[in-house]
């Protein structure tokens, strides 16, 4: 038998050579080619620096606003982040500070790790700075603590507290290094989401984040991958940031990263950086097809650590999948690190006798309210929702995860392997299964998580 090539990723290896060729409607979702407006970055970079959006010049901001002993703070995303922005701008504008008189000691970098653990000085130096920067930088970096150290600056038009982390408000300019890209429920992650949640208080994250639940769709209408307009979650945010604007000067310098590269860069005013990265996302992020998927086929690369971040993948081909309940998804995702997240499986086993819509409405209920709230509590509502299009069980993971566990918590069937040697029988086998019951199917296959399939005649 031969085989259609459509290689996907498991735990860092290639998986191929599962769908036959006698399915003839396969499709690998993938955006076209994008060419960026640059050929040599470090121009690029000069360019956004001295010719910004809505703000003064790079140099002319800090020579306004600096003074010896004032604090310049570097605002960088945390250890679940990729971080190749910030390992690649962060070196060349602190070297530019230096150069126009700033003193090294006076040159903070703050990691936004909103309510996530802070990450140790060992996971700064292996996932957010890497060892040559860590080397020359480490001794300037600043941890931020959601239940310690932030203080009130006022309250949003939503009632949303506003919390900052006092090393923040003390200083006298902020430059967020973000990596635009599409949110599952903000719709648009960068920019201002390093400000909240990344160095805001537990209780504005608690207050802010449920915004986004709805009792009987799970979340609501507008809270949904690369959506910002109406989206009660993003707007509050950009509030939020908007506020802060006010109180200290802030000077942005945002990406794209696609396929491990920077392909678009941009500075200047953070309000109008979140809106620039709009049209450029719809480009690279945004894959439209007329139909859906019978099965779709998706993998997450280095996000398959642990179920919870898996959920990524599954969210992707769920937008890709016909939502009448005898679509599958199967997912790669190994799930070394178990599920991942304590609050998305406490929610889970509490769920685990409720019928798919009972409960959805009780973990919105009860873990989804601004006093319970927490990270890790927006999975369940996503997953029960997804559920609701998706037959249990119709979600097929292979991983090393229990199978049990996986079927009678998570409403998934659990094709357990110990390592990717096992992978390629077991797509094989379940395609199998899939024609027998659907001899003509539309097949998708998804190799980025990040992909917005945007489907123009979705089967309900």
């Known amino acids: 038998m031969t085989y259609h090539g459509t290689p996907l990723n498991y735990g860092g290896d290639e998986i191929d050579e599962f769908i036959p060729k006698s399915v003839e409607d396969v499709s690998i979702l993938q955006v076209a080619e994008y060419t960026p407006d640059f050929t040599d970055f470090k121009d690029k970079l000069t360019e956004v ?5 809505g703000s003064k010049p790079f140099d ?72 040559e920067l860590y080397k020359d930088w480490g001794n300037n970096v ?11 600056v006022g309250k949003t038009s939503r009632g949303t507290p506003i919390l900052i982390d006092q090393q923040v408000l003390d200083s006298v300019l902020l430059i967020p290094l973000s990596d635009s890209e599409y949110h599952y429920f903000a719709g648009q992650a960068g920019t201002v989401k390093l400000f909240c949640p990344g160095v805001a208080g537990r209780e504005t994250i608690r207050v802010n984040h449920p915004r986004m639940f709805d009792l009987e769709k799970g979340f609501n209408e ?29 000077f942005c310098v945002d990406t794209i990263v696609h396929h491990g590269e920077i392909v678009y860069l941009q500075a200047g005013d953070i309000i109008d950086c979140h809106e620039a990265a709009s049209a450029p996302l719809r480009i690279l992020r945004v894959v439209d097809v007329d139909e859906p998927g019978d099965i779709v086929f998706v993998s997450v690369g280095k996000l398959g650590v642990n179920l919870y971040q898996a959920g990524k993948g599954i969210h992707a081909a769920w937008n890709a999948l016909r ?79 229990n199978s049990e566990e996986l079927r009678s918590i998570y409403r998934m069937e659990g ?22 019951e659907h001899p003509n199917p539309r097949v998708y296959v998804l190799d980025d998580p990040g992909l917005l399939i945007n489907v123009k005649n979705q089967i309900h």
């Open 49 to 53: 620096l001295e010719s910004p959006i």
């Open 60 to 131: 002319e901001l800090v020579a306004d606003v600096y003074e010896n002993g004032k604090r310049i703070l570097f605002m960088v995303d945390d250890k679940t982040r990729p971080n190749i922005h910030t390992r690649v701008l962060l070196p060349v504008i602190a070297e530019r500070l230096l150069s126009i008189g700033v003193k090294k000691n006076d040159i903070g970098i703050i990691i936004s790790s909103g309510s996530h653990v802070p990450a140790s000085p060992k996971e700064v130096e292996d996932r957010i700075l890497g060892p």
């Open 142 to 152: 600043l941890t931020h603590d959601c239940d310690s150290g932030n203080t009130e």
């Open 222 to 250: 507008g809270c949904r991958l690369g959506n910002c307009d109406g989206n009660p979650v993003i707007e509050d945010m950009i509030e939020i940031t908007s506020i802060m604007k006010e109180r200290i000067p802030i």
């Open 323 to 401: 939502h009448d309940r005898k679509g599958w998804i199967v997912l790669l995702a190994p799930c070394e690190d178990g599920i991942g997240s304590s609050a998305y499986e406490e929610a889970m086993h509490a769920a685990k006798d409720l019928e798919v819509r009972d409960a959805l409405r009780f973990v919105i209920e009860t873990y989804g309210s601004e006093e319970t709230f927490k990270i890790g509590n927006q999975k369940p509502p996503d997953l029960f929702r997804i559920l609701l299009d998706v037959a249990e069980g119709n979600i097929k993971i292979i991983s090393g995860l």
């Open 415 to 436: 094709c357990s392997v110990n390592d990717s040697t096992e992978v390629q029988t077991v797509l094989r086998d379940l395609v199998d299964r899939f024609l027998n």
